[in-house]
């Protein structure tokens, strides 16, 4: 009896078996965890997962030539675009009838838009072609080809047609080719004249820049928050309000700050000019160019290096360096090998950050940067607010995007994302 009740299954309290009751209760609990997280999980996706997902659609995305004009793209794909030849009046009269449609919908003018970022001109062509498109009736009005070539002489031109060929296509390479200073042709992929490469040197700008930022931070910030780290905490309290201090100001009030002290008339060059250092008439450029950008960025940034450094440093036992001491090392040595090795982590965390923020900055850098001094990221704004160029911009933010994550991959190899460490 004994042993045919120990063979059987262990029971619960209520008697079901113990293993279904455990089971039971744990994915109680993960449910209870699910629900007390579910709206973290809501916002992240609201805010961040999707805004992404459409900036990675948006840039290869590009339906609006064939909504737009769905008859002329199929007689298009009938038309060889490599012969140099302009297309039979069969393309005329299915791109009159896709116009009529396209100015009644007030697509057309969209339509020019979206094609004068490959060929200038495109938009004003639309624009103007669609008053008198519409006038004309497509049974009775036919033949089109001279007509329209009368109405417009853009609508003689190859060129016309072979841009909207090449850029029908549904979805897109073109705007991450336009991002690379490239461009997408009949007969593939082409560089951009040199007037319009831009792009390419802004990327290597802004991470030549960020870098030297960061640079800047961690010398900055290492001996204050060494300095924070060491001294009696009533001392490291009040200094600590001060490294805060700057949050508590507008990042545009700081910043407009910063453009008056760099001016050739601001505080920096009179002061200069005050103690003699600098003649009158030799005062300082250090505004609207890469210098003025790092030093307004810098200090911007500054107190995000110093926080990590600072709750790392505060971690590392003083016991170390007085046994270091006591054992005949010297100062330099005590630092170098014993205190410095500890505090890397707090560098590692703090670099990320910093890193992180100022490649994808732009509000400083367009007050202060003037034309060589500003990032890629200003470029985004710029094609988002000016020039509605939303497919360029997407494709911009996803290159620094993955540039950003590729960095961030790097650093995890070579140092160990395990090893950063806040505090």
């Given at each position: 009896m ?9 029971l ?11 089971a039971?209760?744990?994915r ?9 997280i579910?709206?973290l999980?809501l ?26 004009l ?11 675009a ?12 299915a ?8 100015v009644?919908?007030k697509?057309?003018?969209r ?8 060929q ?5 062509m ?16 036919a033949?089109f ?9 853009g ?10 060929k090449?850029?029908?296509?549904p979805?897109?390479n073109?705007?991450f080719?336009?991002?690379v200073d ?5 007969e ?10 831009i ?26 928050s060494?300095?924070l ?8 309290n ?19 700050a ?7 008339q ?13 003649a ?9 160019n ?11 940034l500054?107190?995000?290096m110093?926080?990590?450094?600072y ?7 003083p016991?170390y360096?007085?046994a ?7 100062n ?7 205190y ?10 703090g ?10 900055y732009?509000i400083?850098p ?6 060589k001094g ?14 509605l ?11 620094l995007l ?12 070579i ?6 460490k806040?505090g």
């Amino acid at each position: 009896m004994t042993d045919a009740t120990q063979s059987g299954p262990m029971l619960a309290a209520d008697g079901t078996p113990l293993k279904k009751s455990l089971a039971r209760s744990l994915r109680r609990r993960k449910l209870r965890a699910l629900a007390l997280i579910a709206p973290l999980l809501l916002f992240v996706m609201l805010s961040f997962v999707i805004p992404i997902v459409s900036m990675l659609m948006r840039s290869v995305e590009n339906g609006i030539v064939a909504e737009t004009l769905p008859l002329t793209v199929v007689e298009l794909q009938n038309w060889d675009a490599e012969g140099g030849e302009l297309p039979d009046e069969a393309l005329y009269a299915a791109f009159i009838k896709d116009m009529i449609v396209a100015v009644e919908a007030k697509t057309h003018t969209r339509l020019g838009t979206r094609l004068n970022y490959e060929q200038t001109g495109m938009s004003s062509m639309f624009r103007k072609s669609g008053r008198n498109i519409k006038r004309l009736d497509p049974e009775a009005d036919a033949p089109f080809k001279e007509k329209l070539i009368e109405i417009h002489d853009g609508w003689g031109d190859v060129e016309t047609w072979r841009t909207i060929k090449t850029h029908a296509v549904p979805i897109t390479n073109g705007y991450f080719l336009n991002a690379v200073d490239m461009r997408r042709t009949p007969e593939g992929a082409q560089a951009q004249p040199e007037d319009k490469q831009i792009l390419i040197k802004l990327f290597g700008r802004t991470l030549m820049m960020s870098l030297i930022i960061t640079g800047a931070c961690i010398l900055l910030a290492y001996p204050v928050s060494y300095l924070l780290a060491t001294l009696p905490m009533r001392v490291s309290n009040l200094l600590m309000i001060l490294v805060l201090l700057p949050f508590w100001t507008s990042l545009l009030v700081r910043t407009s700050a910063w453009k008056v002290m760099l001016q050739q008339q601001g505080v920096i060059n009179e002061t200069l000019v005050w103690l003699g250092l600098v003649a009158d008439d030799a005062r300082l450029v250090i505004i609207n160019n890469q210098f003025g950008t790092i030093i307004a960025m810098t200090h911007i940034l500054l107190p995000f290096m110093i926080l990590p450094m600072y709750s790392v440093m505060q971690t590392i036992p003083p016991s170390y360096t007085r046994a270091a001491k006591s054992m005949g090392a010297t100062n330099w040595t005590t630092f170098w090998r014993i205190y410095f090795p500890q505090s890397i982590p707090g560098i590692g965390a703090g670099s990320i950050l910093v890193f992180i923020l100022a490649i994808g900055y732009y509000i400083t850098p367009e007050i202060v940067g003037g034309t060589k001094g500003v990032f890629i990221s200003n470029r985004i704004a710029y094609h988002i607010s000016s020039s509605l160029n939303w497919g360029l911009a997407a494709a911009l933010g996803t290159i620094l995007l993955a540039v950003v994550l590729l960095l961030y991959w790097c650093y995890d190899k070579i140092v160990g994302i395990d090893n950063v460490k806040l505090g």
